[in-house]
Antibody, heavy 120, light 107 residues
């Protein structure tokens, strides 16, 4: 059973860059037809898809965030990462990493989520 | 972007009740529709994919139906562990989008 775990700073200052890493265990990030996703959820609100990246490095981002998002994959560490620049208070959210099955088109496995607060 | 609209936004029900949640897409998405359950402080959990296929391990009291723009999630007999928030999500095209959620509360 694959497991995902987010890590990164819980507090980021406005205008700075939010950086998170998702470590995958119980399976290789370089095998299978999977897309590695980031989804966020502001406190008390709904879910927003940020984007996903394939093992090849091909990525797809939500146009609403595309100008500020970069995702990457590090197969040697079995990790993938999210970078979100120029953050504001509106970026305060629980950030989840998830594995999207490329055949079933579902996010079947999720990390536990990590709260990132944007505040000075 | 494809907009997903759920109704109701919240729902009060009792253990044993049958409940239905509706999800409408702003354009046809065939059966590229998934349902997730989320409990407070937890990650979403996949319940149903392809509009009607039950994820492994999910109780059979959950059923999904629909195609095109209109979809439903039905819980045939509510159990205490079913009180949670439910989200639909379209996987037809990017950006992937979720409904706003339906909060199912105990009456």
């Amino acid at each position: 059973q694959v497991q995902l775990q987010e890590s990164g700073p819980g507090l980021v200052k406005p205008s700075q860059t939010l950086s998170l890493t998702c470590t995958v265990s119980g399976g290789s990030i370089s095998s299978g037809d999977y897309y590695w996703s980031w989804v966020r959820q502001p406190p008390g609100k709904g879910l927003e898809w940020i984007g996903y990246i394939y093992r090849s490095g091909t990525s797809f981002y939500n146009p609403s965030l595309e100008s500020r998002v970069i995702m990457s994959v590090d197969m040697s560490k079995n990790q993938f990462s999210l970078s979100l620049s120029s953050v504001t208070a509106a970026d305060t959210a629980v950030y989840y990493c998830a594995r999207r099955d490329g055949q079933l088109l579902v996010h079947g496995d999720w990390g536990q989520g990590t709260l990132v607060t944007v505040s000075s | 972007d494809i907009q997903m609209t759920q109704s109701p936004s919240s729902l009060s029900a009792s253990v044993g009740d049958r409940v239905t949640i509706t999800c409408r897409a702003s354009q046809s998405i065939s059966t590229y529709l998934n349902w997730y359950q989320q409990k407070p402080g937890k990650a979403p959990k996949l319940l149903i994919y392809g509009a009607s296929t039950l994820q492994s391990g999910v109780p059979s009291r959950f059923t999904g139906s629909g195609s095109g723009t209109d979809f439903t999630l039905t819980i045939s007999s509510l159990q205490p562990e079913d009180f949670a928030t439910y989200y639909c999500q379209q996987s037809y095209s990017t950006p992937l989008t979720f409904g706003q959620g339906t909060r199912l509360e105990i009456k």
